[in-house]
Every structure is written in structure tokens, then in C-alpha cells.
């Protein structure tokens, strides 16, 4: 199977920028659709934005905000958050599917996740 390795998660203010990583191994990484999701404490994991085969889509909740791109050269995904905010604090999952999706259970590979907090 395919390993994800996120990392890039910390502490910003409001208004302030991440840029997220997400490090793929053990299968061609052009073989899987990619995937970032997001869950704060006591709530649901949410979909936030995934690629694949050079489409992407997000969460209407971050359109604008944030961008999903790769480099195949380095395996590696990447999240782009721009214009943060409080409510955007979660831990924030690398994952991989077989085809494009949007749900939690359309992918089989996930990652161990990296914590992002935004301040107000």
C-alpha cells in the first residue's frame, strides 16, 4: 500500500499562511487521487480539497483560500492555506484514493496527521 507522511501543521494567526506537505511512498504516486481532509475535536472528519489527474476540487468553505497542487518529482502533495482562521483549526490528514472522491470512505490510505491552529 501507499504510506502518507504529512507534515507542515502549526501555530498562525488569523490572516496568516501554512503551506502543508504530504509525502507519498510504496506506489507510484501518479497512481492515486489525493486527498486533504480536516477534523477539529468532537466533530467529523470534513473534506477540504483533493486532486486528481490534474482536476481539483474544495470545500466550499475554502475556495479561494486555499490550493492543492503536487510535485511528482518529490512524491509529495501540497496544501496551500492562505487568509486563515480560527475556524480552520483542526488536524489536518493526507489521504489516497484509487479514483477521485470526496468522502472519508472513498480513500484507503491515510496519514498520521498534522495539527493547525489558528489564533485569534
Known amino acids: 500500500q501507499v504510506q502518507l507522511v504529512e507534515s507542515g501543521g502549526g501555530l498562525v494567526q488569523a490572516g496568516g499562511s501554512l503551506r502543508l506537505s504530504c509525502a507519498a511512498s510504496g506506489r507510484p504516486f501518479s497512481g492515486y487521487a489525493m486527498g486533504w481532509f480536516r477534523q477539529a475535536p468532537g466533530k467529523e472528519r470534513e473534506f477540504v480539497a483533493a486532486w486528481s489527474g490534474g482536476s481539483t476540487t474544495y470545500a466550499d468553505s475554502v475556495k479561494g483560500r486555499f490550493t492543492i497542487s503536487r510535485d511528482n518529482a518529490k512524491n509529495t502533495v501540497y496544501l496551500q492555506m492562505n487568509s486563515l482562521k480560527p475556524e480552520d483549526t483542526a488536524v489536518f490528514y493526507c489521504?489516497?484514493?484509487?479514483?477521485?472522491?470526496?468522502?472519508?470512505?472513498?480513500?484507503?490510505?491515510w496519514g498520521q496527521g498534522t495539527q493547525v491552529t489558528v489564533s485569534s
Open positions: 489521504a489516497a484514493s484509487s479514483q477521485m472522491a470526496t468522502s472519508p470512505t472513498g480513500f484507503g490510505s
